[in-house]
T-cell receptor, first 114, second 114 residues
């Protein structure tokens, strides 16, 4: 089945140690999103891509970076994780087709910072 | 900037009864898409229902229907014949017609009692 896959599901990292979260999709969607979701809160958009065009949210900390080497893969890099970065990170994909604009989500990666 | 507001942090309903979740949004755009997403505990976000702003007819998907009031910028979700499996966080989301950016409301936690 076509889907959005996030790896790993759970990630434990040390304070200040760089960590990379990955997302892949088989939907061939042009748009990919990264969201941060803290407990019982709304998903907060960090950045999104249309193909390789990168769109950073104004309030996304510089500590968060992203790469999209091709249509299928997208990575979230946290350069120096702090305790406040512990959260669920959600990857999603979408298109610009008028009748098909909903986002499809992966299962998320839960990041713990120790 | 667009904002999405869900004023009900928690709602509860008895099995087989009907419940309505509220959502309001603020935008200066005339064309956009609205969504309701469901996020069960520890499971991925899935689309419940979608509404295109240019359509006057309210969207319906089986037991789920919306009341879309464009002038009032209101987009409520009605769940009929509630089932135990409907228990989840429900998020209202907005996407502009000419943008890829998808923004979420703060969510409503729905509990369903037998």
């Amino acid at each position: 089945d076509a889907m959005v896959i996030q790896n790993p599901r759970y990630q434990v990292t040390q304070f200040g140690k760089p960590v990379t979260l990955s997302c892949s999709q088989t939907l061939n969607h042009n748009v990919m999103y990264w969201y941060q979701q803290k407990s019982s809160q709304a998903p907060k958009l960090l950045f999104h891509y249309y193909d390789k065009d990168f769109n950073n949210e104004a309030d996304t900390p510089d500590n968060f970076q992203s790469r999209r080497p091709n249509t299928s893969f997208c990575f979230l890099d946290i350069r120096s994780p702090g305790l406040g970065d512990a959260a669920m990170y959600l990857c999603a994909t979408s298109t610009r087709q008028v009748l098909n604009t909903e986002a499809f989500f992966g299962q998320g990666t839960r990041l713990t910072v120790v | 900037a667009q904002t999405v507001t869900q004023s009900q942090p928690e709602m509860s309903v008895q099995e087989a009864e009907t419940v309505t979740l509220s959502c309001t949004y603020d935008t200066s755009e005339s064309d956009y898409y609205l969504f309701w997403y469901k996020q069960p505990p520890s499971r991925q976000m899935i689309l419940v229902i979608r509404q295109e702003a240019y359509k006057q007819q309210n969207a319906t998907e089986n037991r789920f229907s919306v009341n879309f009031q464009k002038a009032a910028k209101s987009f409520s979700l009605k769940i009929s014949d509630s089932q135990l499996g409907d228990a989840a966080m429900y998020f209202c989301a907005y996407r502009g017609y000419n943008t890829d950016k998808l923004i979420f409301g703060t969510g409503t936690r729905l509990q369903v009692f037998p």
